[in-house]
């Protein structure tokens, strides 16, 4: 079960990184972006702590403060569903 679980956690975060960085290919070369929506949505599956680590790495959406801010408390959510998980199982 704990191979499923990291081989999701895995392909969420990979997406995200993929995302993440085609927004920002996207946003320099002036072409249609990925919806927002699109990128919390990856977070919230799963794929915030990669897409956190992208974002300041290769600087986008870093003035954001929807992404600065909420990006980050997605994390803290989920770590303390996941404690929370653990502690009831």
């Not at 956690?9 to 990979?14: A, D, G, K, T, V």
């Not at 993929?18 to 699109?38: F, H, L, N, Q």
């Not at 300041?56 to 990006?71: A, E, N, P, S």
């Amino acid at each position: 079960m704990e191979k499923v679980i990291l081989l999701y956690f895995f392909c969420i975060s990979l997406l995200a990184v993929i995302y993440t960085v085609a927004d920002k290919v996207k946003a320099k070369r002036g072409k249609w972006r990925v919806p927002e929506a699109t990128l919390f949505f990856l977070a919230i599956i799963g794929g915030s702590a990669a897409m956190y680590i992208t974002m300041l790495t290769i600087r986008h959406k870093t003035k954001h403060l929807r992404f600065m801010i909420g990006i980050p408390l997605i994390i803290i959510l989920q770590a303390a569903a996941a404690a929370a998980l653990y502690i009831l199982f």
